[in-house]
């Protein structure tokens, strides 16, 4: 299975003052590739790196961070997104990775014995 981490792609676009909570900033910061489900899970997760109890955390969708920063704590939440890629990353490396190889692994072993019971098969009829 080809894994490639995943990391943050260009600088973080602030998009304007948040609607809900002027105090706010939206800020968006994509990621490359595209992140997988479990990957995902584990980023969002509080406790996949400390975090101040004021911070907003951060919401993913897709390949975007949406972030919520108030007007000077923008370098510090950007911070906390790379904090909590990188522990994805290792959370999927250790945790996730060797699980989807294993089962990789087994689908091509179950095809492999497949197509030689096909040829064991084949074989034999042509003995007939």
């Keep these: 299975m080809a894994w490639t981490r995943i990391v943050r792609s260009g600088k973080p676009r602030v998009k304007g003052i948040n609607s809900q909570y002027s105090g706010l900033l939206d800020?968006?910061?994509?990621?490359?590739?595209?992140?997988?489900?479990?990957?995902?899970d584990f980023f969002s997760q509080p406790f996949a790196v400390p975090?101040?109890?004021?911070?907003h955390?951060?919401?993913?969708?897709?390949?975007?961070?949406?972030?919520?920063p108030p007007d000077g704590e923008l370098d510090?939440?950007?911070?906390?997104?790379?904090?909590r890629i990188a522990a994805a990353n290792d959370f999927f490396e250790a945790q996730v990775l060797p699980h989807l190889k294993?089962?990789?692994a087994r689908a091509q072993e179950?095809?492999?014995?497949?197509?030689?019971?096909?040829?064991?098969?084949?074989?034999?009829?042509?003995?007939?």
């Design 51 to 55: 975090t101040k109890l004021s911070m």
């Design 27 to 40: 800020v968006e910061v994509d990621l490359k590739p595209t992140p997988s489900r479990e990957w995902a």
């Design 57 to 68: 955390p951060p919401q993913l969708s897709g390949s975007t961070v949406l972030l919520m």
């Design 76 to 83: 510090a939440y950007v911070a906390n997104v790379d904090a």
């Design 110 to 128: 179950d095809k492999a014995s497949e197509q030689t019971r096909v040829a064991e098969a084949r074989r034999k009829a042509e003995e007939l």
């Design 102 to 104: 294993a089962a990789e």
